[in-house]
């Protein structure tokens, strides 16, 4: 009986624990991939967005940085734009803040909890349990990542359909020529760093697991 009931304890602690690492990382995956305003640069020159706006490829770069200021901090009110916005353009970057604005919060609150987690594990030698479910995990992501690829065009659509409940996010490019400078490519390749970065979570777990196992032989 007691044998049962610690089992079923150790699991779902274990699961608590993969849930907070789980949101941790995610969190700060989003937080990561926002703020890598190089990424953006790459598609500006690769593909001259500028010229699709009317801008220099760096004038288009600052008011990309404006805008990830203004969508990161929450003390920026107002977008600092060269561009026309119509309201409803500026409507959806309001809830898009909102977002970002709420993932920092998971991310400061998810980021402490799971240092603690990994502290507790670390100084338990208990990192080897989260081998197998990090395992799962990434089996599971690696088939979303290939599902991703091959249906970004519908996924996108789904993900704005689930996040927003107006359709503001559907821009003109007549109001709101940043739409033009802002492509799909661009757009898939944030979704794939943000898997990037829990791949190389998940595989940083597994490797740690793998030589606490190592040294405990």
Same mark, same amino acid.
């Given at each position: 009986?007691?044998?049962?009931?610690?089992?079923?304890?150790?699991?779902?602690?274990?699961?608590?624990?993969?849930?907070?690492?789980?949101?941790?990382?995610?969190?700060?995956?989003?937080?990561?991939?926002?703020?890598?305003?190089?990424?953006?640069?790459?598609?500006?020159?690769?593909?001259?967005?500028?010229?699709?706006?009317?801008?220099?490829?760096?004038?288009?770069?600052?008011?990309?940085?404006?805008?990830?200021?203004?969508?990161?901090?929450?003390?920026?009110?107002?977008?600092?734009?060269?561009?026309?916005?119509?309201?409803?353009?500026? !409507?959806?970057? @309001?809830?898009?803040?909102?977002?970002? =604005?709420?993932?920092?919060?998971?991310?400061?609150?998810?980021? /402490? *909890? %799971?240092?603690?987690?990994?502290?507790?594990?670390?100084?338990?030698?208990?990192?080897?349990?989260?081998?197998?479910?990090?395992?799962?995990?990434?089996?599971?992501?690696?088939?979303?990542?290939?599902?991703?690829?091959?249906?970004?065009?519908?996924?996108?659509?789904?993900?704005?359909?689930?996040?927003?409940?107006?359709?503001?996010?559907?821009?003109?490019?007549?109001?709101?020529? !940043?739409?033009? @400078?802002?492509?799909?490519?661009?757009? =898939?390749?944030?979704?794939?760093?943000?898997?990037?970065?829990? /791949? *190389? %979570?998940?595989?940083?777990?597994?490797?740690?697991?793998?030589?606490?196992?190592?040294?405990?032989?």
């Amino acid at each position: 009986m007691n044998g049962k009931y610690l089992m079923k304890k150790n699991n779902l602690i274990l699961l608590r624990d993969m849930i907070v690492i789980g949101i941790a990382v995610i969190s700060l995956s989003i937080f990561i991939t926002v703020n890598f305003t190089g990424l953006y640069h790459f598609f500006v020159v690769r593909d001259h967005l500028g010229r699709l706006v009317g801008l220099s490829n760096h004038e288009l770069m600052i008011n990309y940085r404006h805008l990830i200021s203004y969508l990161q901090c929450g003390w920026i009110h107002h977008w600092q734009t060269s561009l026309p916005s119509s309201s409803k353009g500026l !409507i959806h970057f @309001a809830n898009v803040k909102q977002l970002i =604005e709420f993932n920092n919060v998971v991310l400061i609150i998810f980021g /402490i *909890l %799971a240092e603690i987690v990994i502290r507790n594990r670390v100084r338990e030698h208990q990192m080897w349990q989260l081998i197998l479910p990090v395992k799962m995990g990434l089996t599971l992501l690696g088939t979303f990542v290939f599902i991703l690829v091959i249906a970004f065009d519908r996924i996108f659509i789904l993900f704005h359909e689930a996040l927003f409940r107006n359709r503001d996010w559907i821009f003109n490019p007549q109001t709101d020529p !940043i739409i033009k @400078a802002l492509p799909e490519s661009f757009f =898939e390749a944030c979704f794939l760093l943000v898997f990037l970065i829990w /791949i *190389l %979570a998940g595989l940083g777990l597994i490797w740690y697991g793998k030589h606490e196992l190592k040294k405990a032989r």
